[in-house]
């Protein structure tokens, strides 16, 4: 069973960066359509980045180029490197993934929180 964990969350001011990485996937890792998900207090959960088996990445339009989502082959985790950071990134942010292979799955990690303040 796949349980995914999430690191790299704290509290940093405007303009700063965060790396979050994602463990857990193990074999599947290379096999797997993953994605970056985040929810601020009181909205829903959103999409913030993904990356599909074949390696093809796409980002939320409030990105705006400041996220790179990535696989580390050597460690097996998916990454998020978060330049830029704004007070609206504010938000836990979760891992999933969405597909093995052909199955669609739908595994999320517990979240971690990121906070942008002064």
């Known amino acids: 069973q796949v349980q995914l964990v999430e690191s790299g969350g704290g509290l940093v001011q405007p303009g700063g960066s965060l790396r979050l990485s994602c463990a857990g996937a193990?074999?599947?890792?290379?096999?797997?359509?993953m994605a970056w998900y985040r929810q601020a207090p009181g909205k829903q959960r959103e999409l913030v980045a993904g990356i599909s088996q074949a390696g093809i990445t796409n980002y939320a339009d409030f990105v705006e180029g400041r996220f790179t989502i990535a696989r580390d082959s050597a460690k097996k985790t998916l990454n998020l490197q978060m330049n830029s950071l704004k007070p609206e990134d504010t938000a836990v942010y979760y891992c999933?993934?969405?597909?093995?292979?052909?199955?669609?799955?739908?595994?999320w990690g517990p979240g971690t929180q990121v906070t942008v303040s002064s």
């Open positions: 999933n993934i969405g597909q093995i292979q052909y199955t669609k799955v739908d595994v």
């Open positions: 193990g074999s599947i890792f290379r096999v797997s359509t």
